[in-house]
């Protein structure tokens, strides 16, 4: 009686335990040798289990953080035996297995722990989804772009903003080393590449605000990008009308030397000849990137990341009619073009990185790095342009056709612009573990040397008359007085500026995770410094320090319901880097202070089950209050800035994001977000930034045919509501506060997997060499919208009104993508 009773306890116990035990997901589709889904399928892991559905898919609950063997049985089939899997605390693991009739399979996985739930509001996503999922500009920045708070209006860009931030405002880390990108770019055609190769990804983070310490003096967002360390030889290969790209991942017979190197092709003809204007356009955007790895103990290893890129942009604008207005007044601004651009931004960097455990408490990191951008920016455009009203008459002749002219002009613009950037970087970090606790430090060395010479100017001539800058000097008085003002630009800038900035910087942050009321808490506190002096030929030496400090906090109760909650915050200031601190006329103004913003940020993660899979909801509210704000305007993607700190604003928002297995085996997500931001220039007044960018809706969407699930389907829909549409040169904007049209995308990708996955082919079989194999086709602006990046101001000669006329984006794009991996 005795005994039974004290089994009877153990059972409860033990079931107590399971139930309050922190849980994890496994989840997935399981597949016969055909590859057909496999319905009832019994999957058994320390007393619990569960069956697959009628479509193969399954979904079970483990206990986190111990080592579960998982089993999959099935009448007919020999037993699938996944064993010693570690999950993390409410992590999801996909598991595909294909049951045979031959041979039991038995498998050991590992999945190592990678911390506590989203405790610093980092936001991670899947390498492979990146590489899959359709886009203009495929990758990593492709993906970010479907997040709540994240924002482009472009999709030939990469470039992106974050909770009302610009685009300087952004830092991005591989494997720990800071990149940078093209100064002198002005359009998102002469961009090409992104620095991250999605190829070599392993592991991607993202943090939109309130990050740690650690990360770098920027005022919106951190992107962290780990490289692969491979563990065998491999070859990928993904072609499409828009290039090719080749990675190679290399280790030796002893596995003391690893690498991964990919090299990349890109050419945007056929979207940018998508757009309006005829032209002829011959781009060549190629890069190489290594990520090298030699160890030389246990406890020492040498990482060299290398990137040499060139980007060659050659365009000749032929014509251009755009058509705006009503079905009652339509007009249309017709363009013809003569001269070409030709453009270079080469970049070269090359960065060493030594690790070294001293013990199992500590380790310490050596950075160095040196980055050099050579950029030339030519170009001669004659554009004659005629404005004019659009027959609308079904019956006429001439329907379509331009026929009532209300003006008439010309535009010379010329460019000579030739920027040599060299950057030098050494940096120490150190960690500190001990049981849960985390001491972090780090202090870093940089030189900026930048070699500016800037020459570009607008010549405008409207119906015969030279049209001169509006300004004091050229005030026409005639016939009262005589008027002899020199012919000059309407607009122009010459400058030639030598720049040298030397920064000190450094870091320290403590972190723990400890039980509180039967809660997991978690907290982390930090503080950067910096210091910086510029100096220059002809430019004042200034010294300046800040002090920013910073915290999270998270919590997760002992609930029913799995959630967690988070707190961040603190001071962001972002010292002004070179572009910040040359104003609308070229000059350094080396007074620049650093921009500051102090974030307020509330999130919360809710993990639940839904149709039988899992689902995380994410919600986060923020605030950030910035003050000696260096207002710019922003032309497509480049940004000029006032460099005179001589505003205050806000932003605010809130954002929810819900990702799971919509489908089931896949992951997708919906996202939603709302947010506002205002400055106050001099005391006028709040207007809305160019970044005052209020809905945001995000679709990931990701499915595959029932009855063939190789046949996948990658869909991903941005809805942003229109952004400020800038002002006229010289206008005032406090006037100018008008909207562009909303920008709604639709991009979609169908591909079939030949061999991938569960589906493999022994070796003897032609295809028995692939690891992967899969083609399909792309269909980029699904829905043929119209979306405007900017502005082109035209002005009426009968009643001297300024018509925006809207500067459209790509059309339709037809797309064919093969890839296959060795």
């Keep these: 009686m005795k005994c039974a009773r004290l089994l009877f306890s153990l059972l409860a116990l033990c079931h107590l335990g399971m139930a309050w035990a922190q849980t994890a997901t496994i989840t997935g589709l399981v597949l016969d040798e055909l590859n057909m889904p496999l319905p009832g399928v019994n999957i058994t892991a320390m007393g619990n289990g569960t069956f697959t559905d009628n479509n193969g898919f399954y979904v079970l609950q483990l206990i986190a953080d111990i080592p579960t063997n998982v089993t999959f049985s099935h009448l007919g089939h020999k037993d699938v035996v996944l064993e010693k899997l570690i999950l993390t605390t409410n992590e999801t693991y996909e598991f595909n297995p294909v049951m045979r009739t031959s041979v039991t399979q038995i498998d050991g996985v590992t999945v190592s722990p990678t911390g506590e739930k989203q405790v610093d509001g980092v936001v991670t996503l899947a390498p492979e989804t990146i590489r899959k999922i359709p886009g203009a500009n495929a990758g990593v920045e492709n993906i970010l772009k479907l997040l709540p708070g994240v924002n482009s209006n472009n999709e030939l860009s990469t470039q992106y903003s974050v909770r009302g931030g610009n685009y300087d405002e952004n830092l991005v880390y591989v494997n720990e080393i800071e990149v940078y990108r093209p100064f002198l770019v002005r359009s998102a055609q002469q961009e090409g590449l992104s620095f991250v190769n999605s190829d070599l990804v392993q592991s991607v983070k993202f943090s939109p605000g309130g990050f740690q310490a650690k990360y770098g003096d920027k005022q919106s967002s951190v992107l962290d990008i780990t490289y692969k360390n491979p563990t065998a030889f491999g070859v990928s290969l993904d072609a499409s009308f828009l290039g090719a790209a080749v990675a190679v991942e290399t280790i030796s017979k002893n596995r003391d030397f690893s690498g991964v190197t990919g090299v990349r092709y890109r050419n945007n003809g056929i979207l940018v000849k998508s757009q309006e204007t005829q032209t002829n356009f011959n781009p060549s955007f190629a890069d190489v990137q290594s990520y090298l790895t030699y160890r030389f103990s246990n406890k020492f290893n040498l990482n060299f990341l290398g990137n040499v890129s060139v980007n060659d942009y050659q365009n000749e604008p032929l014509q ?22 030709n453009n270079r931004f080469a970049n070269a960097m090359a960065a060493l990185k030594g690790n070294y455990t001293l013990n199992d408490r500590v380790t310490l990191k050596l950075i160095s790095s040196i980055f050099h951008a050579t950029e030339e920016e030519y170009s001669d455009v004659l554009a004659q342009y005629l404005l004019g009203s659009v027959d609308t008459d079904l019956g006429s002749a001439s329907l379509g056709e331009v026929t009532a002219s209300r003006g008439l002009g010309s535009t010379l613009n010329r460019a000579r612009n030739d920027l040599d950037a060299l950057i030098f970087n050494l940096e120490h970090k150190g960690k500190y573990m001990k049981e849960n606790k985390a001491t972090e430090w780090g202090i870093k060395y940089s030189h900026e040397d930048i070699r500016d010479q800037l020459r570009e100017s607008e010549f405008i001539d409207s119906a015969g008359f030279f049209i001169r ?20 630009a309407y607009d122009g800038v010459t400058a030639v500026n030598f720049t040298k900035t030397n920064r000190f910087s450094g870091y320290v942050q403590y972190s723990d995770q400890r039980q509180w009321h039967n809660m997991d808490v978690y907290f982390n506190v930090g503080i950067r410094a910096q210091h910086w002096t510029v100096s220059g030929t ?17 919590f997760k109760p002992t609930w029913k319901r799995d959630m967690l909650f988070r707190i961040s915050g603190g001071i962001y200031q972002q010292p002004p880097f070179y572009r910040e601190m040359r104003n609308s006329e070229g000059i350094i103004m080396p007074h620049v202070k650093a921009q500051k913003s102090i974030h307020y940020v509330l999130g919360n993660e809710y993990s639940f089950t839904l149709w039988d899979r899992p689902f995380t909801l994410v ?26 700190n001589n505003a205050k604003a806000y932003v605010y928002g809130i954002e929810m994001r819900m990702n799971g297995a919509f489908v089931p085996g896949t992951e997708s997500w919906v996202s939603i977000g709302y947010l506002k931001t205002e400055e106050n220039i001099e005391q006028r007044g709040y207007i809305s930034r160019p970044t005052d960018q209020r809905v945001k809706v995000g679709i990931l969407f990701q499915d595959y045919l029932p009855d063939y ?35 709604k995308r639709a991009d979609l990708g169908i591909s079939y997997i030949f061999v991938g996955g569960n589906k493999k082919y022994p070796k003897n079989h032609w295809l028995g060499r692939f690891k992967a194999l899969s083609g399909g086709f792309e269909i980029f602006n699904l829905f043929n919208t119209q979306n405007a990046i900017t502005n082109t101001w035209v002005r009426d000669v009968d009643s001297k009104q300024q018509y925006a006329i809207p500067n459209y984006m790509t059309s339709r794009v037809f797309n064919i993508r093969v890839g296959f991996r060795l």
């Design 538 to 554: 002809e430019v004042e030496k200034v010294a300046q320090t800040i002090f920013s400090p910073r915290a999270q906090f998270a």
């Design 709 to 743: 699930p190789n046949v996948k389907m990658y869909l991903n829909l941005v809805y942003n509501t229109g952004v400020p549409g800038g002002s006229p040169n010289y206008a005032d904007p406090y006037i100018f506060q008008n909207r562009l049209r909303d920008y």
């Design 469 to 488: 800058p509006p300004l004091p000097d050229f005030i026409n008085n005639q016939p009262q007085e005589p008027f002899n003002a020199p012919l000059v």
């Design 320 to 341: 251009r009619q755009t058509n705006f207005g009503t079905l009652n007044d339509l007009r249309a601004l017709t363009v013809f073009y003569k001269g070409r651009e």
């Design 619 to 644: 919600g986060e509210a923020y605030y950030k209050r910035l003050t000696q704000v260096n207002a710019y305007t922003l032309e497509e993607v480049r940004i000029r800035y006032r460099a005179d």
